[in-house]
């Protein structure tokens, strides 16, 4: 037999409140980004361990001007491990992107979330992309290789000269313009492209094309 004395005593709450709660508990558990929030520069966090590091808003949206400029109306542009500018594209931001398509290829699965935009990237497999890849069909790439070295900026090479119809805009360390020079024909830019976090090596832009970065 129960003790009806203990049930006399729970607290019990009003319909109005029980309804305000209600209330309270679905706008927390709906999801706090909105479209255009899921493409801003940093809804997806660095992971220090893949050697990620965002430009700023800056020159995210410098970069992504230049992207839409040289690939023309109806343009279609790649992004190699520089998933802050194809964000900074699909902002709708730029004047012009909407004119424009783009796509990021990454190695971290994070950015699926871009769906057919998401193309997984694994730079020691430079040329094993999605079989709808074609080749040259983009009409500039934008590649940031995630690593300093002789073998990550050739094998990243590789994958540019796959994707690329001629026009090739490269970010990396200012240390490997003489490599970069010898695979890709580029030339180092006057313009600097700044970080959210400070790199300990200088960073630099080239580009294989007459380009405002330039001067």
């Not at 929030?37 to 220090?48: L, P, R």
């Not at 871009?114 to 040329?127: C, R, S, T």
């Not at 890849?133 to 990243?156: I, T």
């Not at 313009?177 to 832009?205: G, I, Q």
Request: hydrophobic share 40%; with cysteine; charged share 25%.
């Amino acid at each position: 037999m129960s003790d009806s004395s203990d049930d006399d005593n729970v607290p019990t709450l009003s319909a109005h409140t029980l309804a305000a709660l209600q209330e309270f508990y679905n706008e927390t558990s709906e999801p706090s980004t909105t479209p255009s929030d899921q493409f801003a520069v940093g809804a997806v966090e660095e992971d220090w361990r893949m050697s990620q590091f965002w430009y700023n808003d800056e020159t995210a949206a410098q970069l992504a001007e230049e992207l839409v400029r040289e690939a023309g109306e109806g343009g279609r542009i790649a992004c190699v491990s520089a998933p802050s500018v194809y964000q900074k594209l699909k902002q709708g931001v730029v004047e012009g992107s909407d004119r424009v398509s783009a796509v990021v290829l990454e190695y971290d699965r994070r950015f699926a979330i871009y769906g057919d935009d998401f193309i997984f990237y694994d730079y020691k497999e430079p040329l094993s992309l999605v079989v709808n890849v074609a080749p040259q069909s983009f009409d500039v790439v934008l590649a940031d290789p995630p690593y300093l070295s002789e073998e990550c900026l050739s094998k990243v090479a590789e994958t540019i000269k796959y994707l690329s119809k001629g026009k090739v805009l490269l970010c990396t360390g200012a240390i490997m313009e003489k490599l970069a020079k010898d695979l890709l024909d580029v030339t180092m830019c006057s313009f600097l492209p700044k970080h959210n976090r400070s790199l300990n090596n200088e960073f630099r832009c080239f580009v294989n094309y007459p380009s405002r970065l330039l001067s």
